[in-house]
């Protein structure tokens, strides 16, 4: 696993550019891994050089937070880790107040996630889910509440539509409230709608995205197939459910697959790897998200950034991947543009007006010996 470190949105926040999850810590949903498995996973990423761990209240009814609250400790890493956590969801039914984005579930949430964890103070705090109704206003006063008493560092949004991340960037902005500093979304080779709204807005206003499900649920490893016999893995248990976020087997998927299986026995790498590589250097990616219940599957995914994808490699992937632009972008186009242009070349800035900034090297002597 690369060692290099980026800053986290417009954050001055350095994390590693591979993410470790923990939503598989615990076997409470019928999957995941046992807590030796989970130290495991946890123990080959620290020493690989990952410092970005990724979890939420929600996660195995608690013990995921638990357990890595407790594996960082262990370790002495509380002011290396990065820790985020996420809020949102009810874990007590017939009680409103105790899920949702409301002031009081924040308060109740943050206090509960920082026992479990062991710490006083969540890295990154993240908002889980857009809930439909308390005003973004309410929820970002809140947030800059939880930075100002010392309970938070940095605060972010998962799965919220485009215009809504827009309307909490700007309310921070205007009123002065902790910024979002990132986006935690699904993406993937099988899921790239957030390539229309999504990656300008973060590379426009100082929001990282953490990609979740960079795999689609390990479809993209290869162990599925369409007529495959047998239970390879936990989408084999959701081919008939309801829930969204598991409808992976489709004909486009199962093409994506294919040309993956192609690019990979050519290259080399796993397809996981491959996957995991596409992904982790699209526009607007900070870190993504990587969720394992073996060992050996972290191992494998660990080594994703070891290696670049040739230009050609890369049109092939997302030639099979391709999604249509849906309204209005069409009109964003070139061919369309050019006629507000006038037909003349227009840019936004020439190439190289920007240098990237990467600190790498040996650093001086302060001895004087």
């Known amino acids: 696993m690369s060692m290099t470190y980026y800053t986290l949105g417009n954050s001055g926040l350095r994390v ?6 923990t939503m598989t810590f615990g076997t409470e949903w019928g999957w995941g891994a046992d807590r030796d498995t989970a130290r495991a996973m946890f123990d080959a990423y620290v020493e690989a050089g990952g410092n970005f ?6 996660y195995t009814g608690g013990t995921a937070e638990t ?3 407790e594996f960082v400790a262990e370790r002495g890493l509380r002011d290396k880790a990065v820790i985020a956590t996420k809020f949102t969801f009810n874990c007590e039914p017939g009680n409103p107040n105790a899920g949702g984005n409301g002031r009081k579930n ?8 920082l026992r479990r964890l062991g710490t006083d103070y969540i890295d990154l705090y993240l908002m889980h889910v857009w809930d439909r109704l308390t005003p973004a206003e309410e929820v970002l006063r809140t947030l800059d509440d939880l930075v100002r008493a010392g309970k938070v560092r940095h605060v972010g949004l998962s799965d919220v539509p485009a215009w809504y991340a827009g309307r909490a960037q700007a309310i921070a902005e ?6 979002i500093s990132a986006l935690q979304l699904e993406y993937s080779l099988t899921e790239r709608t957030i390539e229309n709204e999504f990656v300008p807005l973060a590379t426009r206003h100082g929001a990282g995205i953490m990609v979740w499900s960079p795999l689609a649920s390990g479809l993209l490893s290869g162990k599925y197939r369409p007529t495959q016999a047998g239970n390879a893995g936990r989408l084999d248990g959701f081919r008939n459910t309801t829930h969204p976020g598991f409808q992976k087997f489709s004909d486009r998927n199962w093409a994506i697959v294919a040309e993956l299986e192609k690019v990979a026995a050519e290259l080399g790498p796993s397809m996981a790897e491959v996957a995991l590589n596409w992904v982790a250097t699209q526009p607007g990616v900070a870190t993504v998200i990587l969720g394992a219940t073996k060992l050996a599957q972290l191992q494998d995914n660990l ?9 050609a490699f890369r049109q092939r992937l997302e030639a099979v991947s391709s999604v249509p632009a849906p309204f209005p972008h069409p ?6 543009q050019v006629r507000v242009t006038g037909g003349t070349a227009t840019g936004d800035k ?6 990237p900034v990467l600190v790498e090297g040996e650093a001086v002597s302060i001895s004087s010996n």
Request: cysteine-free.
């Open 174 to 179: 205007l009123r002065g409230y902790e910024p």
């Open 67 to 69: 357990w890595l609250g």
């Open 350 to 355: 020439p190439s190289g007006y920007s240098l």
């Open 303 to 311: 080594t994703a950034l070891d290696f670049e994808i040739p230009a």
């Open 16 to 21: 590693s550019r591979l993410a470790l999850g």
């Open 331 to 336: 009109y964003f186009g070139s061919q369309i």
């Open 53 to 58: 761990f990724d979890t939420a209240d929600l």
């Open 106 to 113: 924040i308060m109740r949430a943050i206090d509960a996630s």
